[in-house]
């Protein structure tokens, strides 16, 4: 069959097979007296004649094309003019034929032309969308239908023809209607071939639904889900090996770089997540074993830090928070005892402020614990001891004044109380004795001036004008101040000890103001 897009022909029809004939010429004599009307009545009915032949034709049937076999059908061969058409072209027309049954037949022909010219726009997109592939017998049935309504449109069978081309355009736009249905199948397919780890068919179904509906928004991506299938297999065989070998980190490696490929791949996530899940709990086990191993030893720090990753890797185990609480309670008993420990080895060698400070820590962890607040109690009454008498031996002179002194010796009374008196606090009271013995020896000093200054020596006499005099005084520091009319005050600081010679002190007066 012909394009539906090309010209149409008309049929025309030849004046001289529907003209009537011609009246024979009568005799000159006999019509001599009928020639005023036959004349007029003859051109009459010439002219009728032609209108019905040419004119009427033309309004009632326009330029037609020529019909010819779908592009499915069997043989696809053109079809020829049937004999109608051909008549009209070349021959005469039937003596028994009449301009109006002409018309009729022109009337029909145009409504079969108009059904097959539909016919065909279905036709061709359908073939544009692959339906011998995925739709043939249905398509062939709908072409013989065509075949056959062509066979009738030859004889001139047009209304036979048109029911024909009717029968098949409803079979084609069946098809037609039944092209999103075999889409989302095919899609579904492609889906599990690619699922099931068939490429072949994967490929296949995907090629043919491109044919079918290339706009389609799935197919993109089911394409490239395709491409990467050969290799996503590869990662999952040499995964199942990994995982076979016990190495179940190698295994979930390769598992997580097939789920980045392609995501939607149901065997890839699924096995990903069993051997990761495996893997934790691998890892959770052997971090449990590390951690009780290391609280065995007395590694606290470590075995915390275990118990800690095993309790990440399974998220609300009671057994991890069991460990946990475990090794915090070890650890705390541990560090008690070992302050506990550390206290009275502190307050065997009389280090009395240390010896607080570690029971100070044990109270901070548990402040229930009594040996911390025993400890407390003796080492905080030892350690003040301790530092008085310290800060008394370390300024002897101090005990030059008699209220410092009598304080000190109060100080010794309560040192030779103490219990229990080891080596330090021993030697202790024997020093500051000592000093408190030589505190109370005088120490014999000499002072000179100039028979003008007045002298006096804070805390001890005021000497007045001298040239020299002698003072008995107990060891310690003394200021000596020198004052005259006249002349700037002068001030002289001195020690008097026993170790060293009585010293000599100068105070005169000698800068005039």
């Avoid at 109608?84 to 003596?95: F, Y």
């Avoid at 980045?260 to 899940?277: E, I, M, Y």
């Avoid at 310290?390 to 005990?399: N, S």
Wanted: aromatic share 4%; charged share 25%; hydrophobic share 40%.
């Amino acid at each position: 069959m012909a394009p539906q897009d090309e010209p149409l022909q008309p049929t025309p029809f030849d004046a001289a097979r529907d003209a009537p004939p011609a009246p024979a010429a009568a005799p000159a004599d006999s019509r001599r007296g009928a020639r005023a009307w036959v004349l007029p009545a003859l051109g009459a009915l010439v002219l009728l004649a032609l209108v019905v032949v040419f004119w009427l034709p033309q309004q009632l049937a326009p330029p037609t094309p020529v019909p010819a076999a779908g592009r499915g059908s069997a043989d696809g061969a053109a079809v020829q003019p049937g004999p109608a058409t051909a008549a009209g072209r070349r021959e005469p027309a039937s003596s028994d034929a009449s301009p109006w049954s002409e018309a009729q037949l022109a009337k029909l022909r145009k409504e079969a032309q108009e059904v097959l010219a539909q016919l065909l726009d279905t036709q061709s997109g359908l073939e544009e969308r692959a339906v011998q592939r995925w739709a043939p017998q249905q398509f062939d049935a709908a072409t013989a239908s065509a075949g056959a309504g062509d066979e009738l449109y030859r004889t001139r069978q047009y209304e036979a023809a048109t029911a024909r081309y009717r029968e098949a355009l409803q079979q084609m736009q069946a098809l037609r209607e039944a092209l999103p249905g075999a889409v989302d199948e095919l899609l579904q397919q492609a889906r599990q071939a690619i699922d099931n780890g068939d490429t072949s068919a994967a490929t296949t179904a995907l090629e043919l639904l491109g044919q079918m509906e290339p706009e389609n928004a799935a197919l993109a991506a089911l394409q490239q889900r395709a491409a990467q299938l050969p290799r996503l297999l590869a990662l999952l065989e040499r995964a199942a090996a990994a995982e076979q070998a016990g190495d179940l980190a190698g295994a979930a490696q390769l598992l997580e770089q097939a789920v980045a490929l392609d995501p939607n791949h149901p065997s890839g996530a699924s096995q990903w997540q069993r051997v990761s899940a495996a893997l934790r709990s691998q890892r959770f086990s052997t971090a449990m074993s590390e951690g009780y191993s290391a609280l065995d030893k007395g590694d606290f720090d470590g075995a915390r830090q275990a118990f800690e990753r095993a309790a990440r890797l399974r998220e609300n185990s009671a057994e991890a928070a069991s460990a946990l609480q475990e090794v915090a309670s070890a650890a705390t008993a541990w560090c008690l005892a070992a302050l506990q420990r550390r206290g009275g080895d502190l307050e065997q060698q009389e280090q009395w402020a240390e010896a607080v400070g570690a029971y100070e820590k044990a109270r901070e962890i548990d402040p229930s614990v009594l040996f911390a607040q025993q400890g407390l109690q003796r080492s905080r009454e030892r350690a003040r001891l301790d530092g008085q008498l310290r800060r008394a031996i370390e300024d002897p002179l101090r005990l030059s004044d008699a209220r410092v002194a009598g304080a000190t010796a109060e100080l010794l009374q309560r040192a030779r109380q103490a219990s229990p008196t080891g080596p330090v606090l021993r030697q202790q009271i024997e020093t500051l004795q000592e000093l408190l013995q030589r505190a109370a020896e005088p120490v014999a000093v000499t002072l000179r001036s100039d028979r003008e200054t007045e002298v006096t020596v804070y805390k001890v006499a005021r000497l007045g004008r001298f040239a020299q005099r002698e003072l008995s005084l107990r060891p310690g520091t003394y200021t000596a101040v020198g004052m005259r009319n006249g002349y700037r005050d002068v001030r002289r600081t001195f020690t008097v000890t026993h170790d060293s010679a009585p010293p000599t002190v100068t105070i005169i007066c000698t800068e005039a103001i």
